[in-house]
């Protein structure tokens, strides 16, 4: 069991070193969507209009069009909910990790498919959320 909670906490360590980096990768391709202004990048909730420019043209079960229009290509991997021990929302919605606070809440950034909105959350930090890799 010592052995599970170490590679645990391991994990945990480079997640938060590297968030910063995800999260500044995340929040510049959001930031340079239209729809949100940059004052806004900061708040929760949702704003703008122009997830369906960020999701990929496939496997969304979205009523709008999904155009991709900045190469994004977020697809609808859903998120893995550490309670149910299952993913949720495959299909359905785009969870991506932006960055971790002091208190071990995860920043994320969400597509829906029913929305033409960005949302920004935070959630508990055992859920599972994809990630955004952008070679410099």
Same mark, same amino acid.
């Given at each position: 069991?010592?052995?599970?909670?170490?590679? /645990?906490?391991? /994990?945990?360590?480079?997640?938060?070193?590297?968030?910063?980096?995800?999260?500044?990768?995340?929040?510049?391709?959001?930031?340079?969507? @239209?729809?949100?202004?940059?004052?806004?990048?900061?708040?929760?909730?949702? @704003?703008?209009?122009?997830? %369906?420019?960020?999701?990929?043209?496939?496997?969304?079960? %979205?009523?709008?069009?999904?155009?991709?229009?900045?190469?994004?290509?977020?697809?609808?991997?859903?998120?893995?909910?550490?309670?149910?021990?299952?993913?949720? *929302? @495959?299909?359905? /919605?785009?969870?991506?990790?932006? *960055?971790? =606070?002091?208190?071990?809440?995860?920043?994320?950034?969400?597509?829906?498919? =029913? %929305?033409? $909105? /960005?949302?920004?959350?935070?959630?508990?930090?055992?859920?599972?959320? %994809?990630? @955004?890799?952008? $070679?410099?």
């Amino acid at each position: 069991m010592k052995t599970k909670q170490l590679i /645990i906490t391991l /994990i945990l360590i480079a997640l938060s070193l590297f968030s910063t980096r995800i999260s500044a990768s995340v929040e510049d391709e959001f930031a340079n969507t @239209r729809g949100v202004k940059k004052g806004d990048l900061n708040k929760t909730g949702e @704003r703008g209009k122009y997830s %369906s420019a960020l999701r990929s043209k496939k496997f969304w079960t %979205s009523e709008y069009k999904d155009t991709d229009l900045y190469g994004f290509s977020a697809l609808p991997a859903g998120y893995f909910n550490h309670n149910s021990k299952d993913f949720t *929302g @495959r299909r359905a /919605i785009a969870v991506f990790w932006s *960055g971790i =606070d002091e208190n071990d809440q995860v920043w994320c950034r969400s597509l829906k498919y =029913d %929305s033409k $909105k /960005i949302e920004r959350s935070y959630r508990p930090l055992p859920n599972g959320f %994809s990630v @955004r890799c952008v $070679k410099d």
